[in-house]
C-alpha cells in the first residue's frame, strides 16, 4: 500500500477486541481510502476484529472483515452521522473514523476510545485525531 504500519506490538492500556472503522466514502475521499488497508491488517496482527461501516449520505457497506475490502461504494456528499448510528448498534470498544471531517453535522461522543483520521485543518470535536495523508 506504500504506507509503513509498526509491527512492534503496542503496549497498550486498553486492548479493545473489536473496532469499528468508520469509512467516509465521500467523493472528496476517494484517494485516501486505500490508508484502511494498512490500518486492518496492523488491527489483525493485534487479534482485534474489525467491521467495517461505510457510505457517504447512508450506510452502503456493513461487515466484519478479516482483509480490506478491494472497493467501498459511495462517492456522493457527506454524511457521517448515519455511519455512527449503525456503529451504536455493535458492542464496539474502539471506533476509527476515517474522514476528511468536512461534514455538516458531527456525531455524539460514544464514550468509548476514538482514533479520528482526517484532514489536519478540521478539529474533531472528540477522540484522538491523526492527520489523512
Not at 107 to 125: F, G, H, N, R, S
Request: proline share 9%.
Amino acid at each position: 500500500y506504500g504506507l509503513h504500519v509498526p509491527s512492534v506490538k503496542p503496549t497498550w492500556t486498553y486492548k479493545p477486541d473489536t473496532v469499528v472503522m468508520l469509512v467516509d466514502t465521500s467523493g472528496s475521499m476517494l484517494a485516501l481510502i486505500q490508508q484502511i488497508g494498512p490500518t486492518i491488517e496492523y488491527l489483525k496482527r493485534h487479534e482485534i476484529k474489525v467491521r467495517i461501516i461505510a457510505g457517504d449520505t447512508q450506510v452502503l457497506f456493513d461487515e466484519e472483515v478479516t482483509v480490506p475490502p478491494k472497493t467501498l461504494p459511495g462517492g456522493g456528499g457527506t454524511d457521517i452521522v448515519p455511519l455512527w448510528d449503525r456503529a451504536r448498534e455493535y458492542d464496539a470498544k474502539g471506533v476509527v473514523c476515517f474522514s476528511d471531517g468536512y461534514v455538516a453535522r458531527w456525531p455524539q461522543d460514544p464514550q468509548i476510545p476514538v482514533l479520528w483520521i482526517m484532514d489536519k485543518e478540521v478539529t474533531a470535536p472528540f477522540g484522538e485525531q491523526v492527520e489523512a495523508k
